[in-house]
């Protein structure tokens, strides 16, 4: 069966520091992969999406970056954080064409 | 961009009653999907309706989709509390996948 793992699930960051989120897939091959934002009790902002290794479409200019080295390793960066960075990341996985996607536990961004 | 509005945003009801969520969304859909989101976690899916459907059951869950209205419901019968949540709709857009801005269901022991 397939797994969706990210990390870290907690992180508190200064101003102006970089991120490196990461999140993995089992069991499938060729996912699409996406990174969500949820603010505090607010909806989920699509910010990048990837249908094969190194191609990613951004949905929203940010100081946020997505890459994906391997088939089934999505990450999102940061050079500098912003407080505006703060909130609540999940990744996902789908298979493509409309199918359901599934997501991780999310990782809890603050930024001080 | 977010695809649709649920609707209400917050919902509160006793323990045994109904629940029901509304969803509108503006594009065209090739099928709409509802998921809950438990404080903290990552969102899990509840079912799919695809856009040739009107009505669709899962156990206690009941999914109404009306395409020339743009509009979906969700409908949870026999409420628990373990049913407190947030609900969301949402539909592929190509690649994308987007969602609702989400209900937030209270259900009262």
């Known amino acids: 069966s397939q797994t969706i793992h990210q990390w870290p699930a907690t992180l508190v960051q200064p101003v102006g520091s970089p991120l490196s989120l990461e999140c993995t897939v089992e069991g499938t091959s060729n996912p699409n992969l996406y990174w969500y934002r949820q603010a505090a009790g607010r909806g989920l902002q699509l910010l990048f999406y990837?249908?094969?290794?190194?191609?990613i479409s951004s949905e929203v200019p940010q100081n946020l970056s997505a890459s994906r080295p391997q088939d089934r390793q999505f990450i999102l960066s940061s050079k500098k954080l912003l407080l505006s960075d703060s909130g609540f990341y999940l990744c996902a996985w789908g298979e493509g064409g409309g199918n359901t996607i599934y997501f991780g536990e999310g990782s809890w961004l603050t930024v001080v | 961009s977010q695809q649709g509005e649920e609707d209400p945003q917050a919902l509160s009801i006793q323990e045994g009653e109904n629940a029901t969520m509304n969803c509108s969304y503006k594009?065209?859909?090739?099928?709409l999907q509802w998921y809950r989101q438990n404080s903290g976690r990552g969102l899990v899916h509840l079912i799919l309706i695809r856009s040739n459907e009107r009505e669709k059951h899962s156990g206690r869950l009941r999914v109404t989709l009306d395409t020339s209205k743009k509009s979906s419901s969700l409908l949870i019968t026999a409420s628990r509390a373990a049913d407190t949540a947030s609900y969301f709709c949402?539909?592929?857009?190509?690649?994308?996948?987007?969602f609702g801005t989400g209900t937030s269901l209270t259900v009262i022991p």
């Open positions: 990837s249908v094969g290794i190194g191609q």
């Open positions: 949402g539909s592929p857009t190509g690649n994308q996948f987007y």
């Open positions: 594009t065209s859909i090739n099928n």
